[in-house]
DNA sequence: ATCTTTGCAAAACCTTTGCACTGCG
DNA sequence: CGCAGTGCAAAGGTTTTGCAAAGAT
């Protein structure tokens, strides 16, 4: 029922090739050098497409806007560039997080955002 | 030079009485039953005024508004109750997040958000 | 009296929605 | 062809800003 059109494999491509999570802005820009008409609208409706379909995944990092990731990459964190403003994957993970568990609560799962500066920003 | 009217007054009042964070949406109801002409303008230019001021402290989830909080609580983390949605400080923090810095990054801060069950919850 | 702060409304954002047209299947 | 998907523009929702009036020092 999903229909593959340009602008959805555009999409596709674009969350692929970058390898981080991109804002829906990042998404449009980059979409927009394959199909320049490609519309904010459009990616709006096909991100939520594709999260339908597990394909892909948001990212939300406190006080930001969400940003996507194709789905599948397992358990990882964020690293936020202060700088750049980019997001990036971590995939090294430390795994003592029940000692900071309340006495008496039940703990599922966590999350763990690192800021600082990138390697290309550090460079400049 | 911070003037200290009645509305600026009236906003720490109500953070302080609900030792809880607030979201914007919630201070200014909670405001105008103190003022009841007290606008959504006002709430926003305070609590940047007092963010600026250091007596506020955003508080920010992954996927939600910001809420705000009176400073003063130190280091520490959130634990997120998936049953009541409420949200408990954690003072305990593990320290070797330098170990998941990628190479050639620069580690400045972090965040810990844990999921799970609270006490009250999990006697339910 | 001065000059910040307020309240209102408009503007600036971001995301969603309505609608006629395009184009995939 | 038929109908889901697209592009545009307009509508919602939230936060910021401009300005005359109010009010704190």
Known sequence: MKRNTRQRQA??????????????HEILT?????????????????INSLR????????ELPGE???????GKGHH???H???CDRVFDIHKCIS???EMRPEG?????????????CEECNNK
Chains 1, 2 share one sequence.
Do not use: K, W
């Open 52 to 59: 339908e379909a597990g394909e892909l995944n948001p990212v």
């Open 30 to 46: 980059a979409s927009q050098e394959i199909i320049p008409s490609l519309g904010i609208a459009t990616v709006y409706r096909t």
């Open 96 to 98: 003592d997080f029940e």
């Open 11 to 24: 999409i596709r491509d674009v969350l692929i090739r970058a390898g981080r999570p991109l804002t829906p």
């Open 81 to 83: 560039c202060l700088h």
């Open 105 to 117: 609560f039940i703990l599922d799962r966590h999350a763990v955002i690192l800021y600082g500066t």
């Open 65 to 71: 806007t969400p940003r996507y990731e194709m789905a």
């Open 77 to 79: 964190h964020h690293f």
